[in-house]
């Protein structure tokens, strides 16, 4: 029997409304008591609520979406969401109807009791799943049809996680690529027979697409399952959209969150919240300190401003404290090395503690900048990484950032060895592209925080 990921999903969802309805009873009985529940019957107007809630603010957060491919970190902190919404619901609910004895004990017992039940529950299907198709049991056996990159991405795709349910059986293809290789595509018909498939992935080349009819006619014929992989998947982003204009299907290759107005705004908050908090309980007192050690290391300015590049490409001046002797007259700019001597005492300091970005809590202010972003290259190494970038102008869809996806991860300023420097600058602005695809406020929040501890400990990987 085959059990395919909506009757799982479904029965994810009844499973987690029993356990609710469970979790609400237990709770009010260790709470008070069966009897002053029951007293209190409007209590169960609350449990109805609650189920009604449920079903849909885990249907809106996708909370069902993706359980093959997520870990269970990341399922967690997903239910620990969904169970404080239930307990604002309830603190809510008894705030209206004036309710004196479901108070404070039942409250932590709904929220501890909902958050441990739906985590075990979500561990016991993982494992069970994972049981299930090691025994060969719903599991689809599927072959591929083009043993190309994008045919052999998919196969280690489905091999890599088992839980899928699909069972890899070879490729079919006209030339001999692979070890798995079954046969080439006239004898379809008699593979799809001998090794009782399934479900065929084609995943063929364009110019090889003439054979895609007959394919398609020959699995019909069989009653096999078909899936297209079109060969233009390769321009595509992992977050790419599917949606319909007219009656045409239209898919977008690359889906950013932050084109809705409502992220954008939400995005705009946290930058205006956070930057007066730094300015007003930080940088007024750290200012004149720095300012002070600055003019005692060297002369020159307290800042430094550099012409950087910013969202949709325009030029924008980026604060800094200086960190470099002063210059007398202008020269060619030069990118700062590991013990570069122009770099003064305290300067080491401010850059190896990330203290010297401080002043671009004013270009967030501005609007110019974002706390958190991909960081704005200086306009010289702009040009240099558009060679080894040519689509680099993705990262400019949205607002440079103080600190970023890259650099709590590592990559932070360049090093002498020019391949070396290449490849690490190319990892860079992948890092950058995944934020830009994956943003949430969530992640905001946690690049902040992991900013905050790698300036607490040193460890910024800063030149």
């Given at each position: 029997?085959?059990?395919?990921?909506?009757?799982?999903?479904i029965?994810?969802?009844?499973?987690?409304?029993?356990?609710?309805?469970v979790?609400?009873?237990?709770?009010a009985?260790l709470?008070?008591?069966?009897?002053?529940?029951?007293?209190?019957?409007?209590?169960?107007?609350?449990?109805?609520?609650?189920?009604?809630?449920?079903?849909?603010?885990?249907?809106?957060?996708?909370?069902?979406?993706?359980?093959?491919?997520?870990?269970?970190?990341?399922?967690?902190?997903?239910?620990?969401?969904?169970s404080?919404?239930?307990?604002?619901?309830?603190?809510?609910?008894?705030?209206?109807?004036?309710?004196?004895?479901?108070?404070?004990?039942?409250?932590?017992?709904?929220?501890?009791?909902?958050?441990?039940?739906?985590?075990?529950?979500?561990?016991?299907?993982?494992?069970?799943?994972?049981?299930?198709?090691?025994?060969?049991?719903?599991?689809?056996?599927?072959?591929i049809?083009?043993?190309?990159?994008?045919?052999?991405?998919?196969?280690?795709?489905?091999?890599?996680?088992?839980?899928?349910g699909?069972?890899?059986?070879g490729?079919?293809?006209?030339?001999n690529?692979?070890?798995?290789?079954?046969?080439?595509?006239?004898?379809?018909?008699?593979?799809?027979?001998?090794?009782?498939?399934?479900?065929?992935?084609?995943?063929?080349?364009?110019?090889?697409?003439?054979?895609l009819?007959?394919?398609?006619?020959?699995?019909n014929?069989?009653?096999?399952?078909?899936h297209?992989i079109?060969?233009?998947?390769?321009?595509?982003?992992?977050?790419?959209?599917?949606?319909?204009?007219?009656?045409?299907?239209?898919?977008?290759?690359r889906?950013?969150?932050?084109?809705?107005?409502?992220?954008?705004?939400?995005?705009?908050?946290?930058?205006v919240?956070?930057?007066?908090?730094?300015?007003?309980?930080v940088?007024?007192?750290?200012?004149?300190i720095?300012?002070?050690?600055?003019?005692?290391s060297?002369?020159?300015?307290?800042?430094?401003?550099?012409?950087?590049?910013?969202?949709?490409?325009?030029?924008?001046?980026?604060?800094?404290?200086?960190t470099?002797?002063?210059?007398?007259k202008?020269?060619?700019?030069?990118?700062?090395?590991?013990?570069?001597?122009?770099?003064?005492?305290?300067?080491?300091?401010?850059?190896?503690?990330?203290?010297?970005?401080?002043?671009?809590?004013?270009?967030?202010?501005?609007?110019?900048?974002?706390?958190?972003?991909?960081?704005?290259?200086?306009i010289?190494?702009?040009?240099?990484?558009?060679?080894?970038?040519?689509?680099?102008?993705?990262?400019?869809?949205?607002?440079?950032?103080?600190?970023?996806?890259?650099?709590?991860?590592?990559?932070?300023?360049?090093?002498?060895?020019?391949?070396?420097?290449?490849?690490?600058?190319?990892?860079?602005?992948?890092?950058?592209l995944?934020?830009?695809?994956?943003?949430?406020?969530?992640?905001?929040?946690?690049?902040?925080?992991?900013?905050?501890?790698?300036?607490?400990?040193?460890?910024?990987?800063?030149?």
């Amino acid at each position: 029997m085959i059990v395919n990921k909506r009757t799982i999903n479904i029965a994810r969802l009844l499973s987690d409304l029993i356990l609710l309805n469970v979790v609400f009873i237990l709770a009010a009985v260790l709470a008070q008591s069966w009897d002053i529940l029951l007293q209190r019957n409007y209590m169960f107007i609350l449990l109805a609520l609650l189920n009604f809630v449920w079903y849909f603010y885990t249907n809106l957060s996708g909370f069902y979406n993706d359980f093959f491919t997520r870990r269970f970190s990341t399922h967690f902190f997903n239910i620990v969401k969904s169970s404080v919404v239930q307990v604002l619901i309830t603190i809510a609910f008894i705030f209206f109807v004036k309710e004196d004895l479901f108070t404070r004990n039942f409250i932590v017992y709904l929220g501890v009791f909902l958050t441990v039940a739906i985590s075990i529950r979500t561990i016991i299907f993982k494992k069970s799943l994972k049981h299930l198709h090691k025994k060969g049991i719903s599991v689809r056996n599927l072959i591929i049809v083009g043993a190309g990159e994008t045919g052999n991405s998919f196969k280690e795709t489905i091999c890599d996680v088992p839980e899928f349910g699909y069972k890899f059986i070879g490729f079919v293809d006209d030339v001999n690529t692979d070890e798995k290789y079954l046969g080439n595509i006239s004898e379809l018909d008699k593979l799809l027979k001998t090794y009782q498939v399934d479900d065929v992935v084609i995943a063929l080349a364009e110019e090889e697409s003439s054979q895609l009819d007959e394919i398609i006619r020959v699995c019909n014929i069989n009653a096999v399952k078909v899936h297209l992989i079109p060969d233009y998947f390769r321009f595509l982003s992992n977050r790419f959209t599917v949606n319909s204009i007219g009656s045409f299907p239209v898919i977008t290759a690359r889906d950013e969150p932050l084109e809705e107005a409502s992220r954008r705004f939400i995005k705009r908050a946290l930058d205006v919240f956070f930057s007066l908090f730094v300015i007003v309980f930080v940088f007024s007192w750290l200012f004149p300190i720095i300012a002070i050690l600055i003019k005692l290391s060297s002369k020159g300015p307290v800042f430094y401003l550099q012409e950087r590049v910013g969202v949709k490409d325009q030029r924008f001046k980026c604060y800094k404290f200086r960190t470099m002797k002063a210059e007398n007259k202008k020269v060619e700019f030069q990118p700062v090395t590991e013990d570069d001597p122009r770099v003064t005492g305290i300067g080491k300091f401010l850059r190896r503690t990330n203290v010297d970005e401080l002043p671009q809590f004013f270009n967030v202010l501005k609007g110019e900048m974002s706390v958190v972003g991909p960081r704005p290259h200086p306009i010289p190494f702009h040009n240099k990484y558009s060679e080894y970038f040519e689509a680099i102008k993705l990262r400019h869809n949205v607002k440079p950032g103080i600190t970023g996806w890259a650099q709590v991860h590592g990559f932070r300023g360049d090093i002498p060895d020019e391949q070396e420097n290449r490849k690490r600058t190319l990892q860079r602005i992948k890092y950058d592209l995944w934020y830009i695809e994956n943003w949430s406020f969530k992640l905001d929040i946690q690049i902040i925080m992991m900013t905050i501890w790698q300036m607490i400990t040193g460890k910024t990987n800063a030149v």
